[in-house]
């Protein structure tokens, strides 16, 4: 049974920093690309990094490029993403995501209060 489960995510004020965990078990970790994504209320679910499946590769949108980073450590089967310098904009559901099989976390809040 695919599984994704993410951990991380609370209160913190403007300029604050986190890290966000999803932990994955019942398919090979290690063979597939991840991602990070959110949703704020009323918005549609955004991108917000990439890494391949070795994780010799990142790519991180624009809006949070230098300040959050996406990594991954496949004998733990975790993803991670790390986020400072936090905003209020940054506040949203996070979730992870696998590309194969497709799957999806249930997702962590993140609030940053200005």
């Known amino acids: 049974q695919v599984q994704l489960v993410e951990s991380g995510g609370g209160l913190v004020p403007a300029g604050g920093s986190l890290t966000l965990s999803c932990t994955a078990s019942g398919f090979t970790f290690s063979s597939t690309p991840m991602s990070w994504y959110r949703q704020a209320p009323g918005q549609e679910r955004e991108k917000v990094a990439f890494?391949?499946?070795?994780?010799?590769?990142?790519v991180h949108a624009d809006a949070v490029q230098g300040r959050f980073t996406i990594s991954r450590d496949n004998f733990r089967n975790t993803l991670y993403l790390r986020m400072n310098s936090l905003k209020p904009e940054d506040t949203a559901v996070y979730y992870c995501?696998?590309?194969?099989?497709?799957?999806w976390g249930q997702g962590t809040q993140v609030t940053v209060s200005s």
């Open positions: 890494i391949t499946s070795t994780g010799a590769a990142t």
């Open positions: 995501r696998a590309h194969s099989p497709e799957s």
